[in-house]
């Protein structure tokens, strides 16, 4: 078992007896949290995305309308980014 430091910029490193046998430079990782432990795995493209149920949520999310004041969700999602900025 290894042990790794989450940084102030939330950033991991690799341990070494990890890195050297299982990833390389530019590997896609999954972060999958469960009730008591952090799973890492690679990513895999084996599975085909759904477009169906994607659309389905794009178009679910253009329907909301703002409770109090009239703009698209877009517009929302670009104002609530830019107040969270470091």
Not at 28 to 45: C, F, G, I, N, R
Not at 64 to 79: H, N, R
Request: glycine share 2%; with cysteine; hydrophobic share 35%.
């Amino acid at each position: 078992m290894a042990t790794a430091i989450v940084r102030d910029r939330w950033q991991v490193t690799i341990p070494p007896q990890v890195r050297d046998v299982w990833v390389e430079p530019g590997s896609v990782l999954m972060w999958e949290a469960e009730e008591d432990k952090l799973v890492v795995t690679p990513y895999s493209e084996k599975k085909k995305p759904d477009w169906n149920k994607i659309w389905a949520g794009i178009k679910k999310c253009r329907s909301y309308k703002s409770t109090t004041k009239q703009m698209p969700l877009s517009e929302f999602v670009i104002k609530d980014r830019e107040k969270h900025r470091i």
